[in-house]
Protein backbone atom coordinates (compact mmCIF):
# COMPACT_ATOMS: atom_id res chain seq x y z
CA UNK A 1 0.00 0.00 0.00
CA UNK A 2 2.57 2.29 0.80
CA UNK A 3 4.65 1.88 -2.09
CA UNK A 4 1.32 2.42 -4.25
CA UNK A 5 1.05 5.87 -2.45
CA UNK A 6 4.11 7.41 -2.80
CA UNK A 7 3.54 5.62 -6.70
CA UNK A 8 0.47 8.06 -6.63
CA UNK A 9 1.84 11.14 -4.94
CA UNK A 10 5.19 11.64 -7.14
CA UNK A 11 3.09 10.83 -10.37
CA UNK A 12 1.25 14.55 -8.96
CA UNK A 13 3.81 16.31 -8.59
CA UNK A 14 4.47 16.88 -12.46
CA UNK A 15 0.92 18.30 -12.88
CA UNK A 16 0.70 20.55 -10.23
CA UNK A 17 4.13 21.71 -11.47
CA UNK A 18 3.05 22.56 -15.19
CA UNK A 19 -0.30 23.78 -13.62
CA UNK A 20 1.62 26.63 -11.65
CA UNK A 21 3.62 27.03 -14.40
CA UNK A 22 0.03 27.38 -16.53
CA UNK A 23 -1.11 29.98 -13.73
CA UNK A 24 2.00 32.28 -13.38
CA UNK A 25 2.24 32.87 -17.19
CA UNK A 26 -1.17 33.24 -17.74
CA UNK A 27 -0.76 36.07 -15.12
CA UNK A 28 2.24 37.64 -16.84
CA UNK A 29 0.33 37.92 -20.07
CA UNK A 30 -3.25 40.09 -18.64
CA UNK A 31 -3.09 43.18 -19.90
CA UNK A 32 -1.97 46.11 -18.02
CA UNK A 33 1.33 47.03 -16.44
CA UNK A 34 0.42 45.60 -12.85
CA UNK A 35 3.11 48.32 -11.67
CA UNK A 36 0.79 51.27 -12.63
CA UNK A 37 -1.93 49.20 -10.58
CA UNK A 38 -0.03 49.17 -8.20
CA UNK A 39 1.51 52.30 -8.34
CA UNK A 40 -2.32 53.61 -8.27
CA UNK A 41 -4.39 54.93 -11.49
CA UNK A 42 -2.26 54.48 -15.07
CA UNK A 43 -3.69 57.98 -15.63
CA UNK A 44 -1.85 59.95 -13.24
CA UNK A 45 1.81 61.15 -14.07
CA UNK A 46 4.25 58.77 -12.04
CA UNK A 47 7.56 59.77 -12.10
CA UNK A 48 9.57 56.59 -14.05
CA UNK A 49 11.95 56.63 -11.05
CA UNK A 50 9.46 55.81 -8.48
CA UNK A 51 7.40 53.53 -11.09
CA UNK A 52 10.78 51.28 -11.33
CA UNK A 53 11.31 51.43 -7.70
CA UNK A 54 8.08 50.07 -7.02
CA UNK A 55 8.94 47.41 -10.07
CA UNK A 56 12.13 46.73 -8.18
CA UNK A 57 10.30 46.54 -4.68
CA UNK A 58 8.09 43.67 -6.25
CA UNK A 59 10.61 41.54 -8.01
CA UNK A 60 9.29 42.88 -11.40
CA UNK A 61 12.25 43.72 -12.72
CA UNK A 62 13.91 40.44 -12.90
CA UNK A 63 14.25 37.59 -15.41
CA UNK A 64 10.73 35.78 -15.43
CA UNK A 65 11.61 32.54 -14.11
CA UNK A 66 13.22 33.76 -11.17
CA UNK A 67 9.82 35.39 -10.54
CA UNK A 68 8.53 31.89 -10.59
CA UNK A 69 10.76 30.25 -8.53
CA UNK A 70 10.54 33.44 -5.68
CA UNK A 71 6.45 32.88 -5.86
CA UNK A 72 6.52 29.12 -5.71
CA UNK A 73 8.85 29.68 -2.39
CA UNK A 74 6.75 32.51 -0.80
CA UNK A 75 3.36 30.03 -1.70
CA UNK A 76 5.37 27.02 -0.01
CA UNK A 77 5.74 29.32 3.15
CA UNK A 78 2.19 30.28 3.05
CA UNK A 79 3.00 33.87 1.73
CA UNK A 80 -0.03 34.49 -1.35
CA UNK A 81 1.56 37.89 -1.74
CA UNK A 82 -0.78 41.17 -1.63
CA UNK A 83 -3.99 42.55 -3.37
CA UNK A 84 -2.65 44.83 -6.18
CA UNK A 85 -5.75 46.81 -5.35
CA UNK A 86 -5.28 47.73 -1.84
CA UNK A 87 -2.12 46.10 -0.31
CA UNK A 88 -4.40 43.70 1.89
CA UNK A 89 -2.56 40.25 2.04
CA UNK A 90 -4.02 37.76 -0.50
CA UNK A 91 -4.47 34.71 2.46
CA UNK A 92 -6.50 37.48 4.59
CA UNK A 93 -8.52 38.06 1.34
CA UNK A 94 -8.80 34.63 0.55
CA UNK A 95 -9.61 32.48 3.87
CA UNK A 96 -12.99 34.13 4.98
CA UNK A 97 -14.33 33.07 1.39
CA UNK A 98 -13.23 29.45 1.83
CA UNK A 99 -16.33 28.60 4.02
CA UNK A 100 -19.03 29.27 2.30
CA UNK A 101 -18.07 27.60 -1.15
CA UNK A 102 -16.57 24.72 1.03
CA UNK A 103 -19.67 24.20 3.10
CA UNK A 104 -22.13 24.46 -0.28
CA UNK A 105 -19.62 22.51 -1.74
CA UNK A 106 -19.94 19.60 0.60
CA UNK A 107 -23.85 19.75 1.01
CA UNK A 108 -24.28 19.80 -2.89
CA UNK A 109 -21.73 16.64 -3.14
CA UNK A 110 -23.81 14.97 -0.08
CA UNK A 111 -26.96 15.41 -1.95
CA UNK A 112 -25.85 14.73 -4.87
CA UNK A 113 -24.97 10.69 -3.12
CA UNK A 114 -28.45 10.91 -1.86
CA UNK A 115 -30.37 11.24 -4.70
CA UNK A 116 -27.79 9.73 -8.01
CA UNK A 117 -26.99 6.26 -5.64
CA UNK A 118 -30.44 5.54 -5.08
CA UNK A 119 -31.83 6.62 -8.49
CA UNK A 120 -28.89 4.43 -10.07
CA UNK A 121 -29.40 1.33 -8.47
CA UNK A 122 -33.28 1.38 -9.17
CA UNK A 123 -32.59 2.00 -12.94
CA UNK A 124 -30.10 -0.96 -12.77
CA UNK A 125 -32.07 -3.13 -11.13
CA UNK A 126 -34.77 -3.03 -12.86
CA UNK A 127 -33.75 -2.02 -16.68
CA UNK A 128 -36.02 -0.87 -19.13
CA UNK A 129 -38.93 -0.59 -16.84
CA UNK A 130 -40.74 3.24 -16.13
CA UNK A 131 -38.00 3.22 -13.22
CA UNK A 132 -35.29 3.09 -15.24
CA UNK A 133 -36.56 5.73 -18.10
CA UNK A 134 -37.47 8.28 -15.57
CA UNK A 135 -33.91 8.09 -13.73
CA UNK A 136 -32.17 8.10 -17.35
CA UNK A 137 -34.36 11.20 -18.17
CA UNK A 138 -34.03 12.31 -14.82
CA UNK A 139 -30.36 11.95 -15.61
CA UNK A 140 -30.40 13.64 -19.39
CA UNK A 141 -32.38 16.91 -18.03
CA UNK A 142 -30.49 17.38 -14.82
CA UNK A 143 -27.05 17.05 -17.13
CA UNK A 144 -28.25 19.63 -19.49
CA UNK A 145 -29.91 22.03 -17.01
CA UNK A 146 -28.25 25.52 -16.36
CA UNK A 147 -27.45 26.82 -13.08
CA UNK A 148 -29.54 29.45 -13.93
CA UNK A 149 -32.32 28.14 -14.93
CA UNK A 150 -32.86 25.61 -11.71
CA UNK A 151 -31.45 29.06 -9.83
CA UNK A 152 -33.82 31.02 -11.18
CA UNK A 153 -36.77 28.80 -10.87
CA UNK A 154 -36.23 28.01 -7.22
CA UNK A 155 -35.68 31.91 -6.37
CA UNK A 156 -38.88 32.51 -8.31
CA UNK A 157 -40.65 29.69 -6.63
CA UNK A 158 -38.80 29.01 -3.33
CA UNK A 159 -38.11 32.22 -2.20
CA UNK A 160 -40.14 34.75 -4.13
CA UNK A 161 -43.54 33.11 -4.10
CA UNK A 162 -43.82 30.65 -1.38
CA UNK A 163 -41.30 32.50 1.05
CA UNK A 164 -40.17 29.15 2.54
CA UNK A 165 -36.61 30.41 1.85
CA UNK A 166 -34.60 33.56 1.49
CA UNK A 167 -33.73 34.31 -1.68
CA UNK A 168 -29.45 35.30 -1.27
CA UNK A 169 -26.99 35.59 1.05
CA UNK A 170 -25.08 34.02 3.51
CA UNK A 171 -24.73 33.33 6.64
CA UNK A 172 -22.16 31.02 8.57
CA UNK A 173 -23.06 27.95 10.76
CA UNK A 174 -21.08 29.10 13.69
CA UNK A 175 -22.80 32.37 13.89
CA UNK A 176 -26.52 30.84 13.42
CA UNK A 177 -26.64 27.12 12.57
CA UNK A 178 -30.43 27.26 11.09
CA UNK A 179 -30.22 30.41 9.14
CA UNK A 180 -26.74 28.96 7.74
CA UNK A 181 -28.59 26.43 6.62
CA UNK A 182 -31.92 27.74 5.47
CA UNK A 183 -29.76 30.09 2.98
CA UNK A 184 -27.60 27.45 2.11
CA UNK A 185 -29.79 24.80 0.92
CA UNK A 186 -30.80 26.40 -2.49
CA UNK A 187 -27.58 27.06 -3.90
CA UNK A 188 -26.37 23.68 -2.78
CA UNK A 189 -29.58 21.94 -4.39
CA UNK A 190 -28.89 24.04 -7.43
CA UNK A 191 -24.83 23.23 -7.57
CA UNK A 192 -26.28 19.24 -7.05
CA UNK A 193 -27.91 18.42 -10.09
CA UNK A 194 -25.68 18.04 -12.32
CA UNK A 195 -23.71 15.68 -10.18
CA UNK A 196 -26.59 13.76 -9.23
CA UNK A 197 -27.03 13.35 -12.77
CA UNK A 198 -23.57 11.68 -13.46
CA UNK A 199 -23.64 9.96 -10.33
CA UNK A 200 -27.25 8.72 -11.42
CA UNK A 201 -25.39 7.46 -15.07
CA UNK A 202 -22.57 5.92 -13.49
CA UNK A 203 -24.19 4.11 -10.51
CA UNK A 204 -26.77 2.90 -13.13
CA UNK A 205 -23.84 1.70 -15.46
CA UNK A 206 -21.42 0.09 -13.31
CA UNK A 207 -24.07 -1.84 -11.22
CA UNK A 208 -25.53 -2.92 -14.69
CA UNK A 209 -22.29 -4.27 -15.55
CA UNK A 210 -21.26 -5.49 -11.90
CA UNK A 211 -25.02 -7.87 -12.53
CA UNK A 212 -23.48 -9.22 -15.46
CA UNK A 213 -20.43 -11.06 -13.35
CA UNK A 214 -20.52 -14.99 -12.66
CA UNK A 215 -20.48 -14.21 -8.68
CA UNK A 216 -23.92 -12.70 -9.21
CA UNK A 217 -25.33 -15.59 -10.91
CA UNK A 218 -23.73 -17.97 -8.64
CA UNK A 219 -24.92 -15.79 -5.73
CA UNK A 220 -29.11 -15.83 -7.34
CA UNK A 221 -27.83 -20.14 -7.55
CA UNK A 222 -27.45 -20.63 -3.95
CA UNK A 223 -30.72 -18.88 -3.06
CA UNK A 224 -29.91 -15.90 -1.93
CA UNK A 225 -33.17 -12.87 -1.83
CA UNK A 226 -32.52 -10.46 -4.97
CA UNK A 227 -32.07 -7.68 -1.72
CA UNK A 228 -29.07 -9.35 -0.50
CA UNK A 229 -27.55 -10.13 -3.87
CA UNK A 230 -27.69 -6.60 -4.85
CA UNK A 231 -26.88 -4.67 -1.51
CA UNK A 232 -24.11 -7.14 -0.49
CA UNK A 233 -22.54 -9.01 -3.15
CA UNK A 234 -23.28 -5.88 -6.36
CA UNK A 235 -23.63 -2.86 -4.84
CA UNK A 236 -19.58 -2.13 -3.17
CA UNK A 237 -18.26 -3.45 -6.39
CA UNK A 238 -20.31 -1.33 -9.21
CA UNK A 239 -20.17 1.63 -6.67
CA UNK A 240 -15.99 1.90 -7.50
CA UNK A 241 -16.33 3.59 -10.50
CA UNK A 242 -18.81 6.28 -8.80
CA UNK A 243 -15.85 7.02 -6.03
CA UNK A 244 -13.96 8.18 -9.58
CA UNK A 245 -16.34 10.30 -10.54
CA UNK A 246 -17.13 12.21 -7.30
CA UNK A 247 -13.31 13.12 -7.08
CA UNK A 248 -13.07 13.98 -11.02
CA UNK A 249 -16.40 16.14 -10.46
CA UNK A 250 -14.67 18.25 -7.45
CA UNK A 251 -13.49 20.77 -10.51
CA UNK A 252 -16.79 21.05 -11.66
CA UNK A 253 -18.21 22.00 -8.33
CA UNK A 254 -15.86 24.38 -7.99
CA UNK A 255 -16.81 25.50 -11.63
CA UNK A 256 -20.19 25.77 -10.75
CA UNK A 257 -19.78 27.96 -7.68
CA UNK A 258 -18.69 30.48 -9.47
CA UNK A 259 -22.22 30.42 -11.24
CA UNK A 260 -24.21 29.76 -8.14
CA UNK A 261 -22.76 32.11 -6.02
CA UNK A 262 -23.18 35.14 -8.60
CA UNK A 263 -27.12 33.85 -8.71
CA UNK A 264 -27.49 33.87 -4.71
CA UNK A 265 -25.15 36.39 -3.89
CA UNK A 266 -22.80 34.16 -1.62
CA UNK A 267 -19.58 35.85 -1.11
CA UNK A 268 -17.86 32.75 -1.58
CA UNK A 269 -13.91 31.63 -3.41
CA UNK A 270 -16.34 31.56 -6.84
CA UNK A 271 -17.58 35.03 -6.64
CA UNK A 272 -14.16 36.42 -5.11
CA UNK A 273 -12.29 35.17 -8.36
CA UNK A 274 -15.08 37.26 -10.77
CA UNK A 275 -14.42 40.16 -8.49
CA UNK A 276 -10.99 39.59 -8.92
CA UNK A 277 -11.19 39.54 -12.57
CA UNK A 278 -13.05 42.52 -13.01
CA UNK A 279 -10.86 44.52 -10.76
CA UNK A 280 -7.74 43.25 -12.67
CA UNK A 281 -6.45 41.80 -9.54
CA UNK A 282 -3.87 39.40 -10.31
CA UNK A 283 -2.61 38.60 -7.18
CA UNK A 284 -6.05 37.60 -6.33
CA UNK A 285 -6.92 35.54 -9.85
CA UNK A 286 -3.54 34.17 -9.80
CA UNK A 287 -3.78 32.57 -5.59
CA UNK A 288 -7.66 31.22 -6.24
CA UNK A 289 -6.68 29.38 -9.30
CA UNK A 290 -3.89 27.88 -7.83
CA UNK A 291 -6.15 27.34 -5.05
CA UNK A 292 -8.84 24.93 -7.23
CA UNK A 293 -6.13 23.37 -9.07
CA UNK A 294 -4.73 22.19 -6.00
CA UNK A 295 -7.57 21.02 -4.77
CA UNK A 296 -8.11 19.31 -7.63
CA UNK A 297 -4.91 17.38 -7.47
CA UNK A 298 -5.66 16.33 -4.28
CA UNK A 299 -8.70 15.36 -4.68
CA UNK A 300 -8.14 12.83 -7.50
CA UNK A 301 -4.99 11.55 -5.62
CA UNK A 302 -7.18 10.85 -2.66
CA UNK A 303 -9.96 9.23 -4.82
CA UNK A 304 -7.06 7.16 -6.80
CA UNK A 305 -5.82 6.05 -2.83
CA UNK A 306 -9.11 5.49 -1.74
CA UNK A 307 -9.53 3.16 -5.13
CA UNK A 308 -6.66 1.87 -4.55
CA UNK A 309 -7.49 0.90 -0.85
CA UNK A 310 -11.13 -0.31 -1.94
CA UNK A 311 -9.39 -3.01 -4.78
CA UNK A 312 -6.43 -4.36 -4.20
CA UNK A 313 -6.05 -5.55 -7.94
CA UNK A 314 -4.73 -1.45 -8.31
CA UNK A 315 -2.70 -1.23 -5.76
CA UNK A 316 -0.77 -4.35 -6.74
CA UNK A 317 -0.86 -3.07 -10.37
CA UNK A 318 -2.35 -6.42 -11.91
CA UNK A 319 -5.24 -3.67 -13.03
CA UNK A 320 -5.53 -0.52 -14.77
CA UNK A 321 -7.88 2.36 -12.90
CA UNK A 322 -9.01 4.00 -15.92
CA UNK A 323 -8.99 2.97 -19.32
CA UNK B 1 -16.04 -9.55 -58.17
CA UNK B 2 -13.15 -7.78 -57.48
CA UNK B 3 -11.95 -6.64 -53.85
CA UNK B 4 -12.22 -3.35 -53.98
CA UNK B 5 -16.46 -3.50 -54.93
CA UNK B 6 -17.34 -6.09 -52.43
CA UNK B 7 -15.40 -3.81 -49.81
CA UNK B 8 -17.45 -0.91 -50.54
CA UNK B 9 -21.03 -2.82 -51.04
CA UNK B 10 -20.02 -4.28 -47.45
CA UNK B 11 -18.97 -0.45 -46.25
CA UNK B 12 -22.43 0.47 -47.78
CA UNK B 13 -24.36 -2.58 -46.22
CA UNK B 14 -22.90 -2.05 -42.88
CA UNK B 15 -23.51 1.94 -43.16
CA UNK B 16 -27.42 0.88 -43.80
CA UNK B 17 -27.28 -1.36 -40.78
CA UNK B 18 -26.05 1.58 -39.00
CA UNK B 19 -28.48 3.62 -39.94
CA UNK B 20 -31.36 1.65 -39.30
CA UNK B 21 -30.18 0.96 -35.60
CA UNK B 22 -29.51 4.91 -35.33
CA UNK B 23 -33.31 5.16 -36.03
CA UNK B 24 -34.32 2.73 -33.53
CA UNK B 25 -33.05 4.26 -30.74
CA UNK B 26 -35.37 6.93 -30.07
CA UNK B 27 -33.06 9.03 -28.28
CA UNK B 28 -31.37 9.86 -30.75
CA UNK B 29 -34.12 10.86 -33.32
CA UNK B 30 -34.92 12.81 -30.04
CA UNK B 31 -31.49 14.40 -30.07
CA UNK B 32 -31.19 14.79 -33.92
CA UNK B 33 -34.34 16.93 -33.87
CA UNK B 34 -33.72 18.84 -31.23
CA UNK B 35 -30.91 19.75 -32.77
CA UNK B 36 -32.54 20.07 -36.24
CA UNK B 37 -34.97 22.84 -34.46
CA UNK B 38 -32.48 24.58 -33.24
CA UNK B 39 -30.12 24.53 -36.26
CA UNK B 40 -33.42 25.73 -37.97
CA UNK B 41 -34.22 28.12 -36.01
CA UNK B 42 -30.84 30.30 -36.02
CA UNK B 43 -30.35 29.72 -39.69
CA UNK B 44 -34.13 31.51 -40.42
CA UNK B 45 -33.95 33.67 -36.97
CA UNK B 46 -34.53 37.25 -39.11
CA UNK B 47 -37.27 35.91 -41.06
CA UNK B 48 -39.22 34.30 -37.71
CA UNK B 49 -38.17 37.13 -35.42
CA UNK B 50 -41.43 39.19 -35.15
CA UNK B 51 -39.59 42.14 -33.87
CA UNK B 52 -35.32 43.80 -34.98
CA UNK B 53 -33.58 41.96 -32.22
CA UNK B 54 -32.12 45.42 -31.02
CA UNK B 55 -35.50 47.35 -31.27
CA UNK B 56 -36.01 49.83 -27.68
CA UNK B 57 -39.66 50.78 -27.02
CA UNK B 58 -39.39 52.29 -23.38
CA UNK B 59 -42.97 52.50 -23.35
CA UNK B 60 -43.37 48.42 -23.47
CA UNK B 61 -40.57 47.74 -21.16
CA UNK B 62 -40.91 44.37 -19.10
CA UNK B 63 -44.02 43.10 -20.70
CA UNK B 64 -45.24 40.27 -19.90
CA UNK B 65 -45.99 37.31 -22.40
CA UNK B 66 -48.81 38.57 -24.48
CA UNK B 67 -50.08 38.39 -27.88
CA UNK B 68 -47.64 41.55 -29.22
CA UNK B 69 -44.69 39.44 -27.65
CA UNK B 70 -45.38 35.97 -27.18
CA UNK B 71 -42.67 35.90 -24.45
CA UNK B 72 -42.73 39.36 -23.03
CA UNK B 73 -40.26 42.66 -23.17
CA UNK B 74 -37.00 42.66 -21.61
CA UNK B 75 -36.09 46.10 -19.66
CA UNK B 76 -35.59 48.09 -22.41
CA UNK B 77 -38.52 47.25 -24.30
CA UNK B 78 -37.06 44.72 -26.56
CA UNK B 79 -38.94 41.85 -27.99
CA UNK B 80 -37.77 38.42 -26.22
CA UNK B 81 -38.75 35.99 -28.69
CA UNK B 82 -36.73 37.69 -31.23
CA UNK B 83 -33.65 38.39 -29.13
CA UNK B 84 -33.86 34.32 -28.10
CA UNK B 85 -33.80 33.62 -32.13
CA UNK B 86 -30.86 35.74 -32.98
CA UNK B 87 -29.22 35.05 -29.83
CA UNK B 88 -29.45 30.98 -31.05
CA UNK B 89 -27.10 32.43 -33.67
CA UNK B 90 -24.32 32.78 -31.42
CA UNK B 91 -24.70 30.09 -29.00
CA UNK B 92 -25.05 28.15 -32.17
CA UNK B 93 -21.89 29.68 -33.73
CA UNK B 94 -19.33 29.87 -30.89
CA UNK B 95 -20.67 26.15 -30.00
CA UNK B 96 -19.90 25.21 -33.35
CA UNK B 97 -16.75 26.89 -34.07
CA UNK B 98 -15.51 26.16 -30.50
CA UNK B 99 -15.50 22.27 -30.43
CA UNK B 100 -13.74 22.59 -34.73
CA UNK B 101 -11.04 24.90 -33.26
CA UNK B 102 -10.65 22.27 -29.99
CA UNK B 103 -10.71 19.04 -32.32
CA UNK B 104 -8.84 20.79 -34.97
CA UNK B 105 -5.22 20.86 -32.52
CA UNK B 106 -6.65 18.36 -30.09
CA UNK B 107 -6.95 15.55 -32.68
CA UNK B 108 -3.74 15.73 -34.35
CA UNK B 109 -1.84 16.26 -31.00
CA UNK B 110 -3.26 13.06 -30.06
CA UNK B 111 -2.72 11.15 -33.34
CA UNK B 112 0.99 12.07 -33.64
CA UNK B 113 1.61 11.52 -29.58
CA UNK B 114 -0.43 8.65 -28.73
CA UNK B 115 1.45 6.70 -32.11
CA UNK B 116 4.98 7.82 -31.35
CA UNK B 117 4.73 7.55 -27.69
CA UNK B 118 7.90 7.53 -25.92
CA UNK B 119 9.43 10.99 -23.86
CA UNK B 120 6.94 13.47 -26.40
CA UNK B 121 3.96 11.44 -25.30
CA UNK B 122 5.13 11.29 -21.80
CA UNK B 123 5.69 15.44 -21.89
CA UNK B 124 2.17 15.92 -23.82
CA UNK B 125 0.31 14.06 -21.46
CA UNK B 126 1.28 15.90 -18.06
CA UNK B 127 1.13 19.31 -19.68
CA UNK B 128 -2.58 17.79 -20.51
CA UNK B 129 -3.23 16.37 -17.23
CA UNK B 130 -2.12 19.64 -15.78
CA UNK B 131 -4.57 21.90 -17.96
CA UNK B 132 -7.88 19.25 -16.88
CA UNK B 133 -6.86 19.51 -13.47
CA UNK B 134 -8.27 23.11 -14.18
CA UNK B 135 -12.23 23.19 -13.83
CA UNK B 136 -13.06 24.21 -17.14
CA UNK B 137 -15.48 27.02 -16.55
CA UNK B 138 -12.43 28.25 -14.41
CA UNK B 139 -9.75 28.18 -16.85
CA UNK B 140 -12.14 29.45 -19.66
CA UNK B 141 -12.88 32.64 -17.20
CA UNK B 142 -9.25 32.97 -16.53
CA UNK B 143 -8.63 32.99 -20.44
CA UNK B 144 -11.29 35.21 -21.41
CA UNK B 145 -10.21 37.61 -18.52
CA UNK B 146 -6.45 37.45 -19.99
CA UNK B 147 -7.95 38.12 -23.51
CA UNK B 148 -11.00 40.46 -22.79
CA UNK B 149 -14.28 40.22 -22.97
CA UNK B 150 -16.17 39.29 -26.80
CA UNK B 151 -17.56 36.11 -28.91
CA UNK B 152 -14.37 35.77 -30.58
CA UNK B 153 -12.29 35.32 -27.10
CA UNK B 154 -15.16 33.21 -25.86
CA UNK B 155 -14.89 30.74 -28.35
CA UNK B 156 -10.89 30.55 -28.11
CA UNK B 157 -10.87 30.33 -24.23
CA UNK B 158 -13.50 27.24 -24.86
CA UNK B 159 -11.80 25.90 -28.09
CA UNK B 160 -8.00 25.81 -25.73
CA UNK B 161 -10.43 24.64 -22.94
CA UNK B 162 -11.73 21.94 -24.15
CA UNK B 163 -8.34 20.33 -26.26
CA UNK B 164 -6.82 18.17 -23.41
CA UNK B 165 -10.27 16.36 -23.43
CA UNK B 166 -10.11 15.34 -27.52
CA UNK B 167 -6.07 14.62 -27.33
CA UNK B 168 -6.57 12.08 -24.68
CA UNK B 169 -9.50 10.42 -26.14
CA UNK B 170 -7.61 10.12 -29.50
CA UNK B 171 -4.24 9.25 -28.04
CA UNK B 172 -6.57 6.22 -25.94
CA UNK B 173 -8.30 5.63 -29.39
CA UNK B 174 -4.71 5.18 -31.17
CA UNK B 175 -2.88 3.12 -28.57
CA UNK B 176 -5.54 0.48 -28.85
CA UNK B 177 -5.32 1.06 -32.58
CA UNK B 178 -2.13 0.57 -33.17
CA UNK B 179 -2.14 -2.72 -31.94
CA UNK B 180 -4.73 -4.30 -34.43
CA UNK B 181 -2.68 -6.81 -36.64
CA UNK B 182 -3.44 -4.46 -40.12
CA UNK B 183 -1.48 -1.30 -38.77
CA UNK B 184 1.17 -4.01 -38.64
CA UNK B 185 0.81 -5.08 -41.51
CA UNK B 186 0.73 -1.80 -43.04
CA UNK B 187 3.67 -0.78 -41.64
CA UNK B 188 5.35 -4.31 -42.70
CA UNK B 189 4.32 -2.87 -46.20
CA UNK B 190 6.72 -0.31 -45.99
CA UNK B 191 4.26 3.12 -46.01
CA UNK B 192 4.92 6.45 -44.60
CA UNK B 193 4.06 7.41 -41.10
CA UNK B 194 1.66 10.15 -42.13
CA UNK B 195 -0.56 8.06 -44.37
CA UNK B 196 -0.82 5.81 -41.76
CA UNK B 197 -1.78 7.90 -39.70
CA UNK B 198 -4.15 9.77 -41.78
CA UNK B 199 -5.57 6.78 -43.76
CA UNK B 200 -5.85 3.56 -41.46
CA UNK B 201 -5.22 4.76 -37.71
CA UNK B 202 -7.25 8.25 -37.77
CA UNK B 203 -10.54 6.62 -39.23
CA UNK B 204 -10.62 3.64 -37.25
CA UNK B 205 -10.36 6.27 -34.18
CA UNK B 206 -12.41 8.94 -34.82
CA UNK B 207 -15.92 7.40 -33.50
CA UNK B 208 -15.82 8.63 -30.10
CA UNK B 209 -14.53 11.91 -31.16
CA UNK B 210 -17.85 12.62 -32.73
CA UNK B 211 -19.81 11.37 -30.03
CA UNK B 212 -17.32 14.13 -27.89
CA UNK B 213 -17.68 16.92 -30.36
CA UNK B 214 -21.41 16.19 -30.13
CA UNK B 215 -21.27 16.65 -26.34
CA UNK B 216 -18.83 19.40 -26.64
CA UNK B 217 -21.15 21.30 -28.54
CA UNK B 218 -23.52 21.39 -25.56
CA UNK B 219 -20.69 21.80 -23.50
CA UNK B 220 -19.77 24.70 -25.69
CA UNK B 221 -23.09 26.24 -25.48
CA UNK B 222 -23.63 26.34 -21.58
CA UNK B 223 -19.77 27.53 -20.76
CA UNK B 224 -20.69 30.99 -23.40
CA UNK B 225 -23.57 31.39 -21.47
CA UNK B 226 -21.71 31.13 -18.64
CA UNK B 227 -19.52 33.67 -19.48
CA UNK B 228 -21.80 35.75 -20.84
CA UNK B 229 -23.95 35.51 -17.63
CA UNK B 230 -20.69 36.73 -15.69
CA UNK B 231 -20.05 39.35 -17.94
CA UNK B 232 -17.63 38.48 -20.18
CA UNK B 233 -18.90 37.22 -23.17
CA UNK B 234 -20.63 39.25 -26.30
CA UNK B 235 -20.76 42.62 -25.46
CA UNK B 236 -24.00 44.54 -25.14
CA UNK B 237 -26.53 45.47 -27.03
CA UNK B 238 -25.57 42.36 -29.03
CA UNK B 239 -28.41 39.09 -27.56
CA UNK B 240 -26.58 36.28 -26.12
CA UNK B 241 -28.85 33.63 -24.12
CA UNK B 242 -26.46 34.29 -21.05
CA UNK B 243 -26.00 38.07 -21.11
CA UNK B 244 -30.24 38.38 -20.96
CA UNK B 245 -30.32 35.57 -18.21
CA UNK B 246 -28.01 37.94 -16.34
CA UNK B 247 -29.87 41.11 -17.02
CA UNK B 248 -33.08 39.08 -16.04
CA UNK B 249 -32.06 38.48 -13.00
CA UNK B 250 -32.01 41.86 -11.58
CA UNK B 251 -36.07 41.84 -12.73
CA UNK B 252 -36.99 37.86 -11.96
CA UNK B 253 -39.43 39.39 -9.10
CA UNK B 254 -41.20 41.11 -11.91
CA UNK B 255 -40.89 39.63 -15.09
CA UNK B 256 -39.82 35.89 -14.58
CA UNK B 257 -40.33 35.31 -17.98
CA UNK B 258 -37.10 37.79 -19.05
CA UNK B 259 -34.90 34.66 -16.96
CA UNK B 260 -36.86 31.77 -17.43
CA UNK B 261 -37.27 32.27 -21.47
CA UNK B 262 -33.50 32.33 -22.37
CA UNK B 263 -32.84 29.77 -19.64
CA UNK B 264 -34.79 27.23 -21.42
CA UNK B 265 -33.57 28.00 -24.47
CA UNK B 266 -30.07 26.74 -23.37
CA UNK B 267 -31.51 24.04 -21.32
CA UNK B 268 -33.16 22.84 -24.72
CA UNK B 269 -30.08 23.44 -26.85
CA UNK B 270 -27.61 21.58 -24.53
CA UNK B 271 -29.90 18.76 -24.17
CA UNK B 272 -30.24 17.95 -27.68
CA UNK B 273 -26.44 18.10 -28.25
CA UNK B 274 -26.00 16.05 -25.62
CA UNK B 275 -28.73 13.44 -26.30
CA UNK B 276 -27.71 13.46 -29.99
CA UNK B 277 -23.85 12.91 -28.83
CA UNK B 278 -25.35 9.33 -26.27
CA UNK B 279 -27.61 8.22 -29.05
CA UNK B 280 -24.52 8.16 -31.44
CA UNK B 281 -22.42 6.45 -29.18
CA UNK B 282 -24.67 3.80 -28.45
CA UNK B 283 -25.43 3.59 -32.07
CA UNK B 284 -22.03 3.87 -33.13
CA UNK B 285 -20.59 0.86 -30.50
CA UNK B 286 -22.80 -2.19 -31.18
CA UNK B 287 -20.94 -3.10 -27.70
CA UNK B 288 -22.35 -0.57 -25.43
CA UNK B 289 -25.60 -1.43 -26.27
CA UNK B 290 -28.34 -3.09 -23.71
Known amino acids: MSVYLVRRIVATIPIALVTSVFVFAVMRILPGDPVLLIAGEAQSDISPAVLDRIRHEHGLDRPVYVQYVTWIRKIATGDLGRSVRNGQPVADILLPRLLPTAQIGVMAWLLALLIGIPAGVVAAVSPNSWKDWLGMIGALAGAAMPYFLLGGVLIYVVALQLRWLPASGYVSPFVDPLQSLRRSLMPAFTLALGLAAVTTRQSRSSLTEVLGQLYITTARAKGLRERRVILGHAFKNGMLPVVTILGIQLGNLFGGAVITETIFAVPGTGRLLVEAIFARDYAIVQAVVLLISLAVIVANLAVDVAYGYLDPRIRLGRGRRRP | MTGPDAAARAWRRGLRQRLRRFARRRLVVVGAALVALEVLLAVLAPGLAPYPPNAQNFMRALQP ?66 LMSLPPLVLALTITAVLGSGIQNAMIAIAVVSIPTYARLMRGQVLSVRENDYIGAIVAAGAATPRILFRHVLPNSIQPIIVQGSLGVGFAIITESSLSFIGLGARPPTATWGSMVQVGFQYLEIAPWFVLAPAVMIFIAVLGFNVLGDGLRDALDPSLRR
Open chain 2, 65 to 130: PGTAHWLGTDDLGRDILSRLLFGSRISLQVGMVAVLLAVAVGLPLGLVVGYVGGRLDEVVMRIVDG
